[in-house]
Structure formats: structure tokens, C-alpha cells
């Protein structure tokens, strides 16, 4: 399974980006795709997810800045990311979850993508 990850970047605080992550596996094997993000010297949080059938979850401290969504049929999840904080800078993880096994795994993570928010 292979998961490619594009949108990050650079931007000014009050900026917005969106993350996307395309996964090679069947769309009829996942479970959950979601997003993780880790700052220098944090443990890796989760961001966002949503599950097969569309139920979605955003952190709490997250919610009225952040949105995540999926494009079943390109099997491909979004993270749009509003009124971007420096704090929200971090390397974010695409993270997907399966419900068969692929090589002895269900879970997999993208090779994440820097975003840095500049004050």
C-alpha cells in the first residue's frame, strides 16, 4: 500500500492549505483514513480522520479551523486547514487503516509533508 501525500508548504499565519493523500489500496478494504501531525520536540497527535461510510472526526482544539474529507471514488483523503497559527506548524502524516491485510499489515502512513506557518 502506497500512500502519496501533496499540499504542504509554507504559509503566513491567517493562511490556508489543504493537504491531500491519494492510497493505492482497494477502496473496499478501508476502514480509516485520517491525519497526524507532529511539531519538533512533540509526540506525533491526530489531526483528523474519517471512516468508511463518512463518519469524520476532528480534534476538538481543531474544529472550527480545520475540515477533512474524502473522495471515495479517488480514494483520497483532504485536510483543509483555515486560518493556519504558527503553532500549526509540523510534518503531517496521512494514515490509513484497513480492514484486510496487506503484507501483514492494516496500517499504514504516508511519508508526511511539511506545512510551517510563519507569524
Known amino acids: 500500500v502506497q500512500l502519496q501525500a501533496s499540499g504542504g508548504g509554507s504559509v503566513q499565519a491567517g493562511g490556508s492549505l489543504t493537504l491531500s493523500c491519494a492510497c493505492s489500496?482497494?477502496?473496499?478494504?478501508?476502514?480509516?483514513m485520517g491525519w497526524y501531525r507532529q511539531a519538533p520536540g512533540q509526540q506525533r497527535e491526530l489531526v483528523a480522520s474519517v471512516r468508511n461510510g463518512g463518519g469524520a472526526n476532528v480534534a476538538d482544539s481543531l474544529k472550527d479551523r480545520f475540515a477533512i474529507s474524502r473522495d471515495v471514488a479517488k480514494n483520497t483523503v483532504f485536510l483543509q486547514m483555515n486560518s493556519l497559527k504558527p503553532e500549526d506548524t509540523a510534518v503531517y502524516y496521512c494514515?490509513?487503516?484497513?480492514?484486510?491485510?496487506?503484507?501483514?499489515?492494516?496500517?499504514?502512513w504516508g511519508p508526511g509533508t511539511l506545512v510551517t506557518v510563519s507569524s
Open positions: 489500496a482497494s477502496i473496499f478494504s478501508i476502514s480509516v
Open positions: 494514515n490509513v487503516r484497513t480492514t484486510r491485510s496487506y503484507l501483514g499489515a492494516t496500517e499504514f
